[in-house]
């Protein structure tokens, strides 16, 4: 029996056929967030009009002049919505961030000394995953006054635990590689295992949580800001929502260009991130 | 039991050296791997044939393409990526692209395999019994208490003990050398034709292996049964096999009766693997013969021989034409080399060299580098949430030792004596529990710091002692940097001196470690052990990951460096033939143990404790025809070192116990001639 050409092809396009929806979904998280990066950061030049400015009568319905209509105050909603992206997009990365270097940190600590420091930082990490989530981001942003900066610090604070439980398992996995073994025996201290060894073989573990952390960190920022409160100054598509919400929009014909359109975004910006963490996942640890 | 139908097949089977059809035929199998980024081809080209109640070797390097060519037979190369060709006949029937309800019909019943890891092969949910009934529910559609019986007969059968009460334990309760038997027992339930065995001892230690040798050799004469050993030893399969197959790069370099392929070696492949084997019967005043380079990994079709570039026969003619196997001898005997005619004796072929200044035991004692007394490292055992104080592993268990400067200190032991975690403490990766380590005088500091530069360990596997993600140059240059003993100037020169050490090429820095072979991972493992300019190397099982040709070139090595910078090393290894080779002065280990010690040549010439004379006969000889009947097998395993029998802790296996007296009265550690020590009651202390 010989294989023959047709079956050698089969075999090659059920080879490639593996590896494919993974990437075809990362990519398509790329452009999502591609196209929103550059609408958050060419927004003065896309946006017809200055959203702070009153440019026409409150209330209007879509027309050629306000694709989108405008506010009760009279601002072009258009224009609100690209700039709202600046907020979304940059409190998710920051809080993010902050996610991440709070929980790399822990989880790195952690997982290289898991006996009695370890246990004890991860029944922290525990008691803050426990913590319902909703009602005490509500108290702490209540409690600390309404600013982007806190808005950014209350969402850091919240969601590091999940990236440092992950990190957290491969430091433990990590530190009993042999390679690391061999680093000690050589009389490498802690610190140099740890930067030289540990942390860089995280990094990859790491991006997937950052990615998937801005993911959330978008979510709970148009949550606090539709809860009323986000910083009043800035507009954010969870803003949006809440003026929206508050002068009764949701339940006159203006939802659909004054309701939808920023939930729209908002669920396409964290789908977005969401998608570009799953491919990397895939790729980073592709048996799960 | 069985009635065994003839199977009628597509033309009639061939008929093989015995007058009897052949039961396995294969004919010029190609299997291939279509990988996304390359197709490695595994397979080029193999034809064999095994009769009924015959025992074929099959005999190569890792990737030579052994276990392939035997999975492609069991239909359990997953496809894709492997793109199987060729011919396989089982019994006159075509098993190749067989339906997948015909090919279960017969996997199993006809064919069973043995695996390398048994734990792994065995589903450790399962209890072992069911396991072994499975097959037997599902081809012969018994009832489950009549598996169970028959599970019962067949673990007494392959010689677990009280079988009746075994046959409920789960596969982590058994012993690495249990679990295998009762795969075998597994693999035997439908009574099949034919055994394949991939490398079913190499997991195991070399007490155990030859107790598996000798059960499969009693099995293939009581069940007649035909057995594909598959190895990469020449050694373990020298005394059962019939016709052994070398393989090299996907094809079959040299086969026939063993004692022709052995005796009349037709290629120089075979006899280079031959002479690499360390052996105890030679004098080791030489380095051992060594195969330059590594295997290759074939990846377009082969158009010339494989093994070329490192043949010491290579000439003009080999890379023209790829060589068939053609006639070199009586009974099958063909090899695969144009000059097989050309063949001298194999000492002539691959010499052993000259020892480049290695100077031999009988000298006069050096100084004391390390001095290690009454070691122990116990490990807690944790059950729930607390350690219990009481039980622990005793790993090590009151160790003395000298490591003399400029010499090798080899320790060996089978798996779980303690050997690896006695290394690790010397090189402060386990906190001892009690004793003292000290290293010029001082004793040894678990804080890091450079004091700890003297003292640097190999590791058993290179590739995963090494950062995956670092660069050749920065993992050699890591202890450098670590003890700050250069700028990055000096470490870039440092660091190509150490590769030209170890025989690479001072340019290769720049790569990373999976672009080298195996061999040569552990040469950058070697170089970088010796960055720091220890005094004291701690070999971790340096070559028993390395394939075979490949050992000799790493061996030779360790012993060159040794010569060249008077390092002391102490040399871990579970063989005993490899540790021969490089010491000066070996310990045997059991238990936690040190139960004999003595210089290198006394001890191979004149074991006195009994563990220490198992262990020797225990070494495959490789020798058809070999004798080993004579040889006194130990039974069972090593028991726990949790729980370590009283009084000698060998009494267990030992085939001289007194009873009364070994059971009970723990023998002490005593001078037996100078520098020799034994723990033995049975051996006697001098007068006075």
Same mark, same amino acid.
């Given at each position: 029996?010989?294989?023959?050409?047709?079956?050698?092809?089969?075999?090659?396009?059920?080879?490639?056929?593996?590896?494919? =929806?993974?990437?075809?979904?990362?990519?398509?998280?790329?452009?999502?967030?591609?196209?929103?990066?550059?609408?958050?950061?060419?927004?003065?030049?896309?946006?017809?009009?200055?959203?702070?400015?009153?440019?026409?009568?409150?209330?209007?319905?879509?027309?050629?002049?306000?694709?989108?209509?405008?506010?009760?105050?009279?601002?072009?909603?258009?224009?609100?919505?690209?700039?709202?992206?600046?907020?979304?997009?940059?409190?998710?990365?920051?809080?993010?961030?902050?996610?991440?270097?709070?929980?790399?940190?822990?989880?790195?600590?952690?997982?290289?000394?898991?006996?009695?420091?370890?246990?004890?930082?991860?029944?922290?990490?525990?008691?803050?995953?426990?913590?319902?989530?909703?009602?005490?981001?509500?108290?702490?942003?209540?409690?600390?006054?309404?600013?982007?900066?806190?808005?950014?610090?209350?969402?850091?604070?919240?969601?590091?635990?999940?990236?440092?439980?992950?990190?957290?398992?491969?430091?433990?996995?990590?530190?009993?590689?042999?390679?690391?073994?061999?680093?000690?025996?050589?009389?490498?201290?802690?610190?140099?295992?740890?930067?030289?060894?540990?942390?860089?073989?995280?990094?990859?573990?790491?991006?997937?949580?950052?990615?998937?952390?801005?993911?959330?960190?978008? =979510?709970?920022?148009?949550? =606090?800001?539709?809860?009323?409160?986000?910083?009043?100054?800035?507009?954010?598509?969870?803003?949006?929502?809440?003026?929206?919400?508050?002068?009764?929009?949701?339940?006159?014909?203006?939802?659909?260009?004054?309701?939808?359109?920023?939930?729209?975004?908002?669920?396409?910006?964290?789908?977005?991130?969401?998608?570009?963490?799953?491919?990397?996942?895939?790729?980073?640890?592709?048996?799960? | 039991?069985?009635?065994?139908?003839?199977?009628?097949?597509?033309?009639?089977?061939?008929?093989?050296?015995?007058?009897?059809?052949?039961?396995?035929?294969?004919?010029?199998?190609?299997?291939?791997?279509?990988?996304?980024?390359?197709?490695?081809?595994?397979?080029?080209?193999?034809?064999?044939?095994?009769?009924?109640?015959?025992?074929?070797?099959?005999?190569?390097?890792?990737?030579?393409?052994?276990?392939?060519?035997?999975?492609?037979?069991?239909?359990?190369?997953?496809?894709?990526?492997?793109?199987?060709?060729?011919?396989?006949?089982?019994?006159?029937?075509?098993?190749?692209?067989?339906?997948?309800?015909?090919?279960?019909?017969?996997?199993?019943?006809?064919?069973?395999?043995?695996?390398?890891?048994?734990?792994?092969?065995?589903?450790?949910?399962?209890?072992?019994?069911?396991?072994?009934?499975?097959?037997?529910?599902?081809?012969?559609?018994?009832?489950?208490?009549?598996?169970?019986?028959?599970?019962?007969?067949?673990?007494?059968?392959?010689?677990?003990?009280?079988?009746?009460?075994?046959?409920?334990?789960?596969?982590?309760?058994?012993?690495?050398?249990?679990?295998?038997?009762?795969?075998?027992?597994?693999?035997?339930?439908?009574?099949?034709?034919?055994?394949?065995?991939?490398?079913?001892?190499?997991?195991?230690?070399?007490?155990?292996?030859?107790?598996?040798?000798?059960?499969?050799?009693?099995?293939?004469?009581?069940?007649?049964?035909?057995?594909?050993?598959?190895?990469?030893?020449?050694?373990?399969?020298?005394?059962?096999?019939?016709?052994?197959?070398?393989?090299?790069?996907?094809?079959?370099?040299?086969?026939?009766?063993?004692?022709?392929?052995?005796?009349?070696?037709?290629?120089?492949?075979?006899?280079?693997?031959?002479?690499?084997?360390?052996?105890?019967?030679?004098?080791?005043?030489?380095?051992?013969?060594?195969?330059?380079?590594?295997?290759?990994?074939?990846?377009?079709?082969?158009?010339?021989?494989?093994?070329?570039?490192?043949?010491?026969?290579?000439?003009?003619?080999?890379?023209?034409?790829?060589?068939?196997?053609?006639?070199?001898?009586?009974?099958?005997?063909?090899?695969?080399?144009?000059?097989?005619?050309?063949?001298?004796?194999?000492?002539?072929?691959?010499?052993?060299?000259?020892?480049?200044?290695?100077?031999?035991?009988?000298?006069?004692?050096?100084?004391?580098?390390?001095?290690?007394?009454?070691?122990?490292?116990?490990?807690?055992?944790?059950?729930?949430?607390?350690?219990?104080?009481?039980?622990?592993?005793?790993?090590?268990?009151?160790?003395?030792?000298?490591?003399?400067?400029?010499?090798?200190?080899?320790?060996?032991?089978?798996?779980?004596?303690?050997?690896?975690?006695?290394?690790?403490?010397?090189?402060?990766?386990?906190?001892?529990?009690?004793?003292?380590?000290?290293?010029?005088?001082?004793?040894?500091?678990?804080?890091?710091?450079?004091?700890?530069?003297?003292?640097?360990?190999?590791?058993?596997?290179?590739?995963?002692?090494?950062?995956?993600?670092?660069?050749?140059?920065?993992?050699?240059?890591?202890?450098?940097?670590?003890?700050?003993?250069?700028?990055?100037?000096?470490?870039?020169?440092?660091?190509?001196?150490?590769?030209?050490?170890?025989?690479?090429?001072?340019?290769?820095?720049?790569?990373?470690?999976?672009?080298?072979?195996?061999?040569?991972?552990?040469?950058?493992?070697?170089?970088?052990?010796?960055?720091?300019?220890?005094?004291?190397?701690?070999?971790?099982?340096?070559?028993?990951?390395?394939?075979?040709?490949?050992?000799?070139?790493?061996?030779?090595?360790?012993?060159?460096?040794?010569?060249?910078?008077?390092?002391?090393?102490?040399?871990?290894?579970?063989?005993?033939?490899?540790?021969?080779?490089?010491?000066?002065?070996?310990?045997?280990?059991?238990?936690?143990?040190?139960?004999?010690?003595?210089?290198?040549?006394?001890?191979?010439?004149?074991?006195?404790?009994?563990?220490?004379?198992?262990?020797?006969?225990?070494?495959?000889?490789?020798?058809?025809?070999?004798?080993?009947?004579?040889?006194?097998?130990?039974?069972?395993?090593?028991?726990?070192?949790?729980?370590?029998?009283?009084?000698?802790?060998?009494?267990?296996?030992?085939?001289?116990?007194?009873?009364?007296?070994?059971?009970?009265?723990?023998?002490?550690?005593?001078?037996?001639?100078?520098?020799?020590?034994?723990?033995?009651?049975?051996?006697?202390?001098?007068?006075?």
């Amino acid at each position: 029996m010989t294989a023959t050409g047709g079956e050698d092809r089969a075999i090659r396009r059920a080879v490639r056929r593996r590896s494919r =929806l993974p990437t075809i979904l990362g990519v398509a998280g790329l452009v999502i967030v591609g196209a929103l990066v550059v609408t958050a950061v060419f927004a003065p030049w896309l946006a017809p009009y200055d959203p702070t400015e009153r440019i026409a009568r409150p209330f209007l319905f879509p027309s050629a002049e306000h694709p989108l209509g405008t506010n009760d105050v009279g601002h072009d909603l258009l224009s609100e919505i690209i700039f709202g992206s600046r907020v979304s997009l940059m409190v998710g990365l920051v809080a993010a961030t902050v996610a991440l270097l709070i929980g790399t940190t822990v989880g790195v600590i952690a997982g290289y000394y898991p006996k009695r420091l370890g246990s004890t930082l991860m029944r922290g990490v525990d008691v803050i995953l426990i913590l319902p989530f909703l009602p005490l981001l509500i108290v702490l942003a209540a409690y600390l006054g309404r600013s982007l900066l806190n808005t950014i610090l209350v969402i850091g604070l919240l969601i590091w635990a999940e990236p440092a439980r992950i990190i957290r398992s491969q430091v433990l996995s990590l530190r009993s590689r042999e390679y690391v073994l061999a680093a000690r025996s050589m009389g490498a201290p802690d610190r140099w295992t740890i930067l030289r060894h540990i942390v860089p073989r995280t990094a990859l573990l790491a991006t997937g949580s950052f990615v998937r952390a801005v993911s959330g960190a978008i =979510l709970l920022e148009a949550a =606090l800001s539709f809860l009323g409160l986000g910083d009043p100054i800035q507009k954010s598509w969870g803003s949006t929502l809440y003026w929206a919400q508050t002068r009764g929009a949701f339940l006159t014909p203006a939802w659909k260009w004054w309701v939808l359109p920023p939930g729209l975004l908002i669920m396409l910006a964290s789908l977005g991130f969401a998608l570009i963490a799953f491919s990397l996942e895939e790729r980073i640890n592709p048996r799960l | 039991m069985t009635t065994r139908t003839a199977v009628a097949g597509r033309g009639y089977p061939r008929e093989g050296a015995s007058g009897e059809p052949n039961l396995l035929e294969i004919e010029n199998l190609m299997v291939r791997f279509e990988l996304p980024a390359e197709t490695v081809r595994a397979v080029s080209g193999v034809s064999l044939s095994v009769a009924p109640s015959e025992t074929f070797a099959l005999v190569g390097e890792s990737g030579s393409g052994k276990s392939v060519s035997m999975l492609s037979v069991m239909g359990l190369l997953p496809s894709p990526p492997a793109v199987v060709s060729g011919s396989i006949r089982l019994e006159g029937r075509e098993v190749l692209g067989m339906p997948g309800r015909l090919l279960r019909r017969f996997r199993g019943r006809d064919v069973a395999m043995v695996f390398q890891e048994p734990m792994s092969s065995l589903n450790p949910v399962h209890r072992v019994g069911r396991q072994i009934g499975e097959s037997l529910r599902i081809h012969r559609g018994v009832a489950r208490s009549e598996a169970r019986r028959q599970a019962i007969h067949l673990l007494d059968r392959v010689g677990i003990p009280s079988a009746s009460i075994r046959v409920d334990d789960y596969p982590h309760e058994f012993s690495g050398g249990m679990r295998q038997r009762a795969m075998i027992a597994m693999a035997l339930a439908c009574d099949p034709k034919l055994l394949i065995a991939d490398e079913p001892t190499t997991a195991l230690d070399v007490t155990v292996q030859a107790q598996i040798v000798d059960l499969v050799r009693e099995l293939q004469a009581e069940y007649r049964l035909a057995v594909v050993w598959i190895t990469h030893d020449l050694g373990v399969v020298a005394e059962i096999a019939d016709r052994v197959a070398v393989m090299y790069a996907g094809r079959i370099l040299e086969t026939g009766q063993a004692s022709d392929l052995y005796r009349a070696t037709r290629h120089p492949y075979t006899s280079g693997l031959l002479r690499s084997i360390p052996r105890l019967d030679r004098s080791v005043t030489t380095r051992l013969a060594e195969i330059p380079g590594a295997p290759v990994r074939v990846v377009s079709e082969l158009a010339a021989c494989p093994f070329d570039d490192r043949c010491p026969l290579a000439a003009d003619g080999c890379q023209d034409a790829l060589p068939e196997l053609e006639a070199v001898g009586p009974e099958g005997h063909s090899s695969a080399c144009i000059h097989h005619h050309e063949m001298g004796s194999a000492s002539s072929l691959w010499p052993e060299g000259t020892a480049a200044g290695r100077q031999d035991s009988e000298e006069q004692p050096g100084d004391v580098v390390v001095s290690i007394r009454d070691l122990r490292v116990h490990f807690p055992i944790i059950r729930g949430m607390r350690e219990s104080r009481k039980r622990a592993i005793r790993a090590v268990d009151g160790v003395s030792l000298d490591v003399v400067r400029g010499k090798t200190l080899g320790i060996v032991g089978e798996s779980g004596c303690g050997k690896t975690t006695l290394g690790r403490a010397m090189v402060a990766l386990v906190r001892p529990t009690g004793g003292t380590i000290e290293i010029n005088g001082e004793p040894i500091n678990h804080r890091s710091g450079r004091h700890r530069k003297v003292v640097q360990m190999i590791f058993q596997d290179p590739f995963s002692a090494m950062n995956p993600g670092m660069r050749v140059s920065d993992v050699i240059a890591e202890p450098l940097r670590i003890h700050r003993l250069a700028d990055a100037g000096t470490a870039r020169e440092r660091v190509s001196e150490l590769l030209t050490q170890v025989g690479l090429p001072p340019d290769s820095g720049g790569r990373y470690p999976h672009e080298f072979s195996g061999g040569q991972r552990q040469r950058i493992a070697v170089a970088r052990a010796l960055a720091a300019d220890p005094e004291v190397v701690v070999c971790d099982e340096p070559v028993s990951s390395l394939d075979v040709s490949v050992q000799a070139q790493v061996i030779n090595l360790l012993a060159d460096l040794q010569a060249r910078t008077g390092m002391a090393m102490v040399f871990i290894a579970h063989d005993l033939a490899v540790v021969r080779h490089v010491s000066h002065e070996v310990g045997v280990m059991y238990l936690g143990e040190i139960v004999e010690k003595a210089p290198r040549d006394q001890l191979y010439e004149d074991p006195l404790h009994p563990y220490t004379k198992a262990l020797l006969e225990a070494v495959p000889v490789p020798e058809p025809d070999y004798d080993a009947s004579q040889r006194t097998r130990l039974v069972g395993d090593v028991p726990s070192p949790a729980d370590p029998p009283a009084g000698c802790r060998f009494h267990t296996r030992c085939p001289v116990a007194v009873e009364g007296l070994c059971s009970t009265v723990k023998p002490a550690l005593e001078e037996v001639t100078p520098g020799r020590w034994v723990s033995c009651h049975l051996v006697s202390p001098p007068a006075g």
